[in-house]
């Protein structure tokens, strides 16, 4: 059975920094490329940023760059994302997910064939 978990969510005061954490069981880490998705009330699932199976390339949203880093530990079967610099936007529920393409890391809601339950981040003004 595949699991997905996340962790770290919580409320930050704008400027402030959390980290993300995702641990994948259930199938081999390193046969998938990671991503990080999020979702506001009332507004449909974006992408924030993947990362291929070494580690080696990654990707990010324009609204992300420069202020979240995503990366992963494939002796802990988990995938981080920093985030830094947080806005009251960036409130959302956050979801990790696993994508097959495990050498480019896609952007593409629907490559990604495994979903965590996410977590919670609110950013206060």
């Known amino acids: 059975q595949v699991q997905l978990v996340e962790s770290g969510g919580g409320l930050v005061q704008a400027g402030g920094s959390l980290r993300l954490s995702c641990v994948l069981s259930g199938r081999t880490f390193v046969e998938y490329s990671m991503g990080w998705f999020r979702q506001a009330p009332g507004k449909a699932r974006e992408f924030v940023a993947t990362i291929n199976w070494s580690g080696g390339v990654t990707r990010y949203a324009d609204s992300e760059k420069g202020r979240f880093t995503i990366s992963r530990d494939n002796s802990k079967n988990t995938v981080y994302l920093q985030m830094n610099s947080l806005k009251p936007e960036d409130t959302a529920v956050y979801y990790c997910?696993?994508?097959?393409?495990?050498?480019?890391?896609?952007?593409?809601?629907?490559?990604?064939?495994?979903w965590g339950q996410g977590t919670q981040v609110t950013v206060s003004s």
């Open positions: 997910a696993a994508a097959a393409s495990r050498f480019i890391p896609t952007e593409r809601l629907p490559d990604f064939r495994f």
